[in-house]
């Protein structure tokens, strides 16, 4: 399995001068720090980062990853710059947002899971948040800001098998410059290919798109990963 993050973005909502990813939690870990340790934590180590705005700072203090850049970050979103990662690959997937600061436990539930899956929470979502509903399997209806009645909010962690890696390929190329990546998992739906939907609420997960998320985030990770009640929480999986 391959992970990609997507980091390419100006990220001018939240009124940084830098790349969101590269915002420092409490304890003194970027974002994109914590996300790449617990992705090798997981058994991950080949990791494509997808960059654009201020590329540089992001490599030089991330230099023992892999790099993709889309030269069009500032006209595209984040379909095309998943599609930028994706195009040569032909094995399982894991993709994220490069704004999600979340527990290692979200990112262990998606790994053992075999096909395509999408986390999810069953928070109240705002307009901004991107929505989901589900059928009584477990498996993905719906998926976008625009979902009437929603379950909850898909947290920007998902997961694509190598067996639909070419389909998910065709759908991201179809998907138009402005199109979330969750316009492409829309188009395979659309084609009958399925996504299982992973509850990850008990654990701490927020993307980060607003000042007050970032608020929240510095509240929920304020202490440095406890080694010793991560293994107590494995354990007890």
Not at 69 to 98: H, Q, R
Request: aromatic share 10%; proline share 4%.
């Amino acid at each position: 399995m391959k992970a990609i993050i997507l980091a390419a973005g100006v990220g001018s909502r939240l009124g940084k001068p830098f790349p969101k990813c590269l915002s420092r939690l409490p304890y003194g870990e970027m974002i994109l720090g914590r996300q790449i340790r617990i992705l090798r934590e997981c058994g991950i180590n080949e990791i494509i980062v997808v960059v654009g705005f201020k590329k540089e700072f992001i490599m030089e203090y991330f230099p023992g990853v892999l790099y993709k850049y889309n030269p069009l970050f500032y006209i595209t979103n984040t379909a095309k710059s998943l599609l930028c990662a994706v195009e040569d690959l032909d094995d399982d997937i894991l993709w994220m947002n490069g704004d999600v600061v979340f527990d290692k436990q979200v990112l262990k539930l998606l790994v053992k899971n075999k096909g395509n899956a999408v986390a999810v929470n069953s928070a109240h979502c705002g307009e901004e948040e991107v929505k989901y509903r589900a059928d009584k399997n477990g498996f993905l209806l719906e998926i976008s800001k625009q979902v009437a009645n929603p379950q909850g909010e898909a947290v920007g962690i998902n997961r694509v098998s190598r067996e639909d890696l070419i389909s998910f390929k065709k759908a991201l190329q179809e998907a138009a410059d402005e199109d979330y990546f969750e316009k492409g998992i829309e188009l395979m739906l659309e084609r009958g290919k399925r996504f299982k939907v992973v509850n990850i609420s008990e654990y701490r997960c927020i993307e980060v798109d607003f000042p007050a998320d970032w608020e929240v985030a510095v509240s929920l990770f304020s202490e440095p990963p406890a080694a010793a009640t991560e293994e107590s929480n494995e354990q007890n999986e």
